[in-house]
């Protein structure tokens, strides 16, 4: 079975600077996905950033930043320039790379301050 | 905007009884999901339907049912409610590519 483990459950970060939300995972699969959503008070889940397990290379997104240790099987989030619209839950997930699955596995969720 | 709407919003069971969450979505999403959140804990996947009828068993689906008859619905039935079942439940629905995943609001459901 996959688990999904943020151990921050909180943090704070000063506008303008970086913060780094840890997240691993524990899977017998090869192939994955591993994402970051951010979930505002609308309740909506967005999309941060999205990393193909079989891709080396760390993703990026504008501010957004990965650091995927497969081996270690490890996936933090790397926010630079924080800025005050980034306060949010940011919530790790996981999903297996087969046909027709769409069981996404989450960790419990970062709640992320940003202050001024 | 309506998003996705979940009723009802609170609910006390006793030990026994049987109950149905509502959830319809008004996106025309073809993937819908039933999650529960405890305490602590990440959302855990119960139930998921990827259109209409066509469902499948998530992490966690023991204890409960569903169906999805339209796209717009997607029920989820507890039979026999038991303590364990006491949570926080969401429904989700999303576009295949699952780039933006929309949650209702939440049904904290407690059963004694």
């Known amino acids: 079975a996959q688990t999904v483990t943020q151990s921050q459950p909180e943090m704070s970060v000063q506008e303008a600077e970086t913060v780094t939300l840890s997240c691993t995972y524990d899977?017998?699969?090869?192939?994955?996905?591993l994402f970051w959503y951010k979930q505002p008070p609308s309740r909506q889940m967005i999309l941060v950033i999205r990393q193909e397990a079989y891709k080396q290379q760390n993703a990026t997104e504008n501010r957004f930043s990965v650091n995927f240790q497969k081996a270690a099987k490890s996936f933090s989030l790397k926010i630079s320039d924080s800025q005050l619209g980034d306060t949010a839950m940011y919530f790790c997930?996981?999903?297996?790379?087969?046909?027709?699955?769409?069981?996404?596995?989450f960790g419990a969720g970062t709640r992320l301050t940003v202050k001024p | 905007n309506a998003g996705v709407t979940q009723t009802p919003k609170f609910r006390i069971l006793k030990i026994g009884q049987s109950m149905t969450l509502q959830c319809t979505q008004d996106m025309n999403h073809n993937y819908m999901y039933w999650y529960r959140q405890d305490p602590g804990m990440g959302l855990k996947l119960i139930y998921y339907?990827?259109?209409?009828?066509?469902?499948d068993k998530g992490e966690v689906p023991n204890g409960y049912n569903v169906s999805r008859s339209t796209t717009e619905d997607f029920p989820l039935r507890l039979e026999l409610a038991a303590p364990s079942q006491t949570s926080v439940y969401f429904c989700a629905s999303s576009e295949p590519v699952m780039d933006t995943i929309y949650f209702g609001e939440g049904s904290w459901l407690t059963v004694v």
């Open positions: 997930a996981f999903m297996k790379l087969t046909d027709n699955n769409n069981d996404m596995r």
């Open positions: 339907s990827v259109g209409a009828g066509i469902t």
């Open positions: 899977t017998s699969e090869n192939n994955y996905y």
